[in-house]
């Protein structure tokens, strides 16, 4: 049988008298996943014996759920793609993904992309598993992103988002010099009219947090650090372009190309409590060359 999904615990005397779904429940699995384990090949096991959701648990029973195997997406291509793997593990994975290169694929660009490179990793090395990203960066950023393994881990993921506890700080280049070191933005975010992809504030988008910090000023650019309260697309680039500061190399949110061919920006950090081995987890990438050689530029003038 192929290797599946699977959770165990050992139930202690606050859990003894509870129904394996009340328990269930607890652990956050949904009701879809129950329905998937129940109706596509997935497993409850207390005592190595399978049982239903109806089971009540007693003190010191191993409970397991084996969850059904998952199909790859075939929408997405497997492909041999290099990845720069920062951290691993049967949950999750933690990469940085070059600029250039899309989360997922796009009609422009249906191949390279990050899901399929994932897809090749884990036909490579045996895991039967499609794409999850929980934490996705547009085609040119750079940067840190957070995968899950599975669906069940994505959907933990998701709820972590909701409530703030998933935590990126981004480092950037803005035109011109700001004002003010410190600072949050908070403007709504919404689609611009006639266009699939632009972004811009406006009073019937959707709530927008941006937290920024002066790392050092230059000639013509400042050095920012960033830490993002919503995740709502294209948001630093449209809170930045707002202020009247776009990012260096964002030309479609009116910043200066003359340093850099894509918008200089980089997720240098993500921090999260692991949702398994309840551990703070924090990883770090320093940013690329494209945005290192802008500094020498200034240096050089």
Known sequence: MEARFKLNWIIDKSSAGLLVKEFLKQEEISRIALTDIKFRGGFILVNNEEVNVRYKLNEGDSLSVIFPAEIPSEGVMAENIPLTILYEDEFLLVVNKPAMMNTIPSREHPKGSLANALVGYYQRVGIQATSHIVTRLDRDTSGIVLIAKHRHVHHLFSKMQQNGLVKRTYEAFASGILEVDNGTIIEPIGRKQDSI??????????????????????????????????????????????????????????????????????????????????????????????????????LLE
Do not use: W
């Open 197 to 298: 992809i632009e972004r811009e504030v406006r009073a019937d988008g959707q709530y927008a947090c941006t937290h920024y910090k002066v790392i050092k000023s230059y000639s013509t650019f400042t050095h920012l650090e960033l830490r993002l309260e919503t995740g709502r697309t294209h948001q630093i680039r449209v809170h930045m372009s707002f202020l009247g500061h776009p990012l260096l190399g964002d030309d479609l949110y009116g910043g200066d190309t003359s340093l850099i061919k894509r918008q200089a920006l980089h997720c240098k950090k993500i921090q999260f409590l692991h949702p398994f081995y309840k551990k703070d987890m924090s990883f770090s990438a320093p940013p690329p060359e494209d945005m290192n050689r802008i500094l020498e530029a200034d």
